[in-house]
């Protein structure tokens, strides 16, 4: 019996296997709306067999995207698009998550792929182009000469906004009909700004010592669950470590996770780096043991995610009790059909995560086997 396609439940919430695709960031999005591209981006993740498909980082507020052509959560109209994904997600077997997020001093910043703001006046208004100064938890750049720009630094007037943000999207997204939401503390955007020292420099509670960086976190987290339903599961995401020596350590995150579990989170997505000057040991499930720490000291279950795409590895890591989930995000977008490849390489060679209309698979690798030829 496969540890990794084994069920897994949250709260109220069980998912088919333990394969989850963490969220990515499509920049395709008009003035915070899902369109077709993700609902066919998204929806062939369910086909392929996915435990949880998670949505990309959604904005709280306009000012809270990475670009304007991030999705959003801001406003009522929004919840109708995010529906229709939800619904062909659940169509074919797997869970559906959102996960919201603000990005802070890293807001505002052109799409990756074009040559910075090189809109045409046609395009900026067939992208709903929008530019705007970001906020933050100090008055510091991300990074000068790379697109960034000098946030304001937010009051508490400001971090209010924050948190009734977060709780007013989470309300959308269990009306949009999600199963989980992910609270986004990770990759140097606002909520990792506030628990890093190498971002915050405020002097009032919400900076200086490592409770006072934990503060918006956890108010945010609080205001969350509140109002969350209770038999849904919460999640959030951090970066683990800086992999800077001033910044955020691995100890800091075991602590947070700890306060997290107390006020209802029921997993933790490991992550980690964010900002300028990380120095970063990439190489296959090199973020595992950040998984495993938060997991073991923690106390909460994981996500492992980095790197991920051998499934004896993935069918280890749940074994050996490193994590309890295994997400994936390029390697999703290379394999959206990892699960149900992964799950015949772990020697199960049924064709229950095929969807019905795609049984033809089967079929072929029938006739295949019966002339002599391998399959997978």
């Known amino acids: ?31 915070g709306f899902a369109n077709d591209w993700h609902l066919v981006h998204l929806g062939r993740f369910a086909l392929g067999g996915f435990g949880l498909v998670m949505l990309e980082a959604t904005a709280v507020t306009p000012e809270g995207r990475i670009s304007y052509a991030d999705l959003g959560l ?40 074009r040559n910075g703001f090189d809109e045409t006046d046609a395009e900026k208004v067939k992208f709903h182009f929008a530019s705007w100064t ?13 697109n ?4 304001e630094a937010l009051d508490e007037a400001g971090i209010r906004h924050v948190i009734d943000s977060f709780v007013a999207a989470a309300k959308r997204a269990d009306r949009a009909g999600f199963d989980t939401i992910e609270i986004h503390a990770a990759h140097g955007y606002l909520l990792n700004q506030f ?26 987290t609080e205001a969350v669950r509140a109002v969350w339903p209770a038999e849904k599961p919460l999640l959030a995401r951090l970066s683990v470590t800086d992999w800077h020596p001033d910044g955020w350590q691995v100890e800091d995150s075991i602590v947070l996770t700890r306060e997290l579990k107390a006020r209802g989170v029921d997993a933790m997505d490991a992550s980690s780096g964010g900002f300028e000057g990380a120095v970063i040991p990439l190489g296959a499930g090199y973020q595992v043991h950040l998984a495993s720490a938060l997991r073991n000291e923690g106390g909460l279950p994981t996500m492992a995610v980095g790197l991920l795409g051998d499934a004896q590895r993935a ?5 050996n009790g490193e994590a309890d989930f295994i997400a994936l995000a390029r390697g999703a977008l290379d394999d959206p059909n990892w699960p149900v490849h992964a799950r015949h390489e772990l020697g199960l060679h049924d064709y229950d995560l ?23």
């Open 74 to 113: 801001w406003k009522d109209e929004q919840i109708a698009p995010l529906t229709r994904i939800v619904d062909f997600l659940h169509g074919q077997g797997a869970a559906a998550g959102i996960q919201l997020a603000h990005a802070g001093r890293k807001a505002s910043t052109p799409v990756h792929w």
């Open 354 to 376: 095929w969807p019905k209309p795609l049984n033809r698979v089967r079929e072929r690798d029938r006739s295949l086997h019966q002339r002599g030829f391998a399959t997978a």
């Open 134 to 146: 970001p906020v933050a938890p100090s008055a510091e750049i991300h990074a000068e000469g790379k």
């Open 195 to 220: 628990l890093s020292p190498l971002a915050n420099k405020r002097t009032d509670r919400y900076g200086g010592s490592r409770e006072n960086r934990m503060r918006l976190v956890l108010e945010v």
């Open 148 to 151: 960034f720009t000098r946030p």
């Open 315 to 319: 069918e280890a890591i749940i074994a």
């Open 1 to 31: 019996m496969s540890k990794l396609f084994s069920p897994a439940t949250l709260r109220g919430l069980t998912l088919r296997n333990r394969t989850v695709v963490a969220p990515m960031c499509q920049y395709s999005a008009q003035d």
